[in-house]
């Protein structure tokens, strides 16, 4: 426990080092192939939304299709938002009309503050998951046909950041697909080179695995984890485009980090140590001109720790629907914006 509170107290030490690095890295001229996209830093990108978020807890088994997944009770969200220069404000909530309610999945009590920023050379994922209350996925798992069994106990912490240096961005930009603050015009592809760090627990007033399948998992007896996690990671991102308007991006980076997780089982404390890949993908696809885009986005990201009481994954998500226009914003307005105006190396 000792060290596990020691690495909490670098945590933030160790984000702000690694996010240093990569400025560092990312220095220099910003002068990007027009010919392959186009930037429009004098106009307010104005965008509506749809858009869902999810943290997922699976307790992993040999075959995959036996995972116990406990999923959230999540709302779809409807928003508008800006962004003009690096600034970027969206609001969304979810309205009742956009949102059946199913009781029968028990309740979710929720915080996800999930931030995708995209300049012009870094990708940086920001993640702050608060999520109390689950229901295991799919209907009669662990109990009978018709019913969810849910949890209401459950609690999942998940914090971190992935930062990747885009070798190409001078003829890609992931702004196009996943902001719509850019056009790219012609397909192009880069190599991703970054790393990762998280932290967090998940933990319920009993064992994570129901008693009536306990004998069928590794983790059985289990009712608190918790974790750190840093390495280095490589991907790649590729935008393919079709006479020049319609887009279909896909990007995925692996990280390889040492890993440092405790278990509580019937009381006791377990450590383990150990490298466990993790996966931060994302996909864009739409249509985009000079003036506006419309798209589908989905960011997901697929942490797995591994300790004496077996396999977990944590899968933090958000799916989106973007319709979005670019806006020559009145003179007035700019003299105070301007300070938003300067381009993000």
């Known amino acids: 426990m000792q060290q596990m509170g020691s690495m909490k107290k670098n945590w933030v030490m160790m984000m702000a080092l690694l996010a240093g690095c990569f400025n560092v890295a990312a220095q220099g001229p910003s002068k990007f192939d027009t010919d392959y996209y186009e930037s429009y830093p004098d106009l307010v990108t104005g965008r509506t939304f749809f ?7 699976i307790l992993q088994k040999k ?47 929720y915080l996800d503050l999930q931030s995708h920023v995209y300049t012009r050379k870094m990708s940086i ?16 798992t662990a109990i009978g046909k018709n019913q969810w069994y849910t949890r209401p106990d459950i609690k999942v912490r998940h914090m971190g950041v992935a930062a990747y240096y885009i070798m190409n961005w001078d003829k890609l930009s992931m702004r196009a697909a996943m902001l719509q603050t850019e056009w790219q015009k012609k397909s192009a592809g880069s190599l991703l080179v970054g790393g990762e760090v998280y932290y967090g627990y998940s933990k319920g007033d009993s064992a994570l695995v129901p008693k009536v399948l306990e004998e069928e998992y590794e983790q059985r007896g289990v009712t608190r984890l918790r974790y750190f996690d840093i390495g280095p990671g490589i991907g790649y991102a590729y935008t393919f485009v079709w006479r020049e308007n ?4 896909g ?10 997780q405790k278990e509580i089982r019937y009381g006791k404390p377990e450590s383990k140590v150990t490298i466990s890949p993790d996966l931060l993908y994302r996909v864009g696809l739409g249509y985009s001109n ?7 986005t989905w960011v997901n990201n697929s942490f797995q720790t591994r300790g004496q009481g077996g396999r977990y994954q ?6 989106r629907f973007n319709e979005a226009y670019r806006i020559n914003p009145a003179t007035i307005l700019k003299k105070y914006i301007r300070v938003f105006r300067s381009e993000s190396s």
């Open 51 to 57: 858009s869902q978020k999810y943290t997922n807890l």
């Open 63 to 109: 075959h995959r299709e036996e995972d116990l997944k406990y999923r959230p009770n999540t709302t779809l969200n409807f928003g508008v938002g800006a962004t003009y220069g690096w600034f970027t404000l969206n609001l969304a909530y979810g309205f009742n009309f956009l949102n059946r309610g199913d009781d029968s999945k028990g309740k979710t009590r």
């Open 125 to 140: 994922d920001l993640f702050g998951q608060f999520y109390k209350g689950f229901y295991l996925y799919p209907e009669g």
């Open 246 to 249: 319609f887009f279909a991006m």
């Open 251 to 260: 990007g995925i980076t692996a990280s390889f980090p040492l890993n440092f």
């Open 290 to 296: 000079e003036n506006m885009s419309v798209s589908l």
């Open 314 to 319: 944590i899968n933090t998500g958000n799916v």
